[in-house]
Nanobody
Framework: EVQLVESGGGLVQAGGSLRLSCAAS????????IAWFRQAPGKEREGVSC????????YYGDSVKGRFTISRDNAKRMVYLQMNNLKPEDTAVYYC???????????????WGQGTQVTVSS
């Protein structure tokens, strides 16, 4: 069974940092790209970042470029999203996602976890 479990969210003041984690199981982790997207109330889903199977040339959305860093540890089957200089507009539920097809970005939104809430206060 494919499982993606997000963690690390919380409440932080503007300018602060959080590190999100995504624990993957149930599939050959090293073969696939993993992405993060976010969903805020009343807003469309937004792709945040994506990393390919080898970890090179990650993708970042324009709104987070220069502030967020994605990484993966294939030995631990983990993907991380380091979020710095957070802004109130970053408030959303964050999900990690894969499609079990693509080894490089972008990925389809076929499998994702329960999400982790990030709230940034002004």
């Amino acid at each position: 069974e494919v499982q993606l479990v997000e963690s690390g969210g919380g409440l932080v003041q503007a300018g602060g940092s959080l590190r999100l984690s995504c624990a993957a199981s149930g599939f050959r982790f090293t073969d696939y790209a993993i992405a993060w997207f976010r969903q805020a109330p009343g807003k469309e889903r937004e792709g945040v970042s994506c990393i390919g199977d080898s970890g090179v040339n990650p993708y970042y959305g324009d709104s987070v470029k220069g502030r967020f860093t994605i990484s993966r540890d294939n030995a631990k089957r983990m993907v991380y999203l380091q979020m710095n200089n957070l802004k109130p507009e970053d408030t959303a539920v964050y999900y990690c996602v894969t499609d079990l097809v693509a080894s490089s970005c972008p990925v389809g939104y076929d499998y994702w976890g329960q999400g982790t809430q990030v709230t940034v206060s002004s």
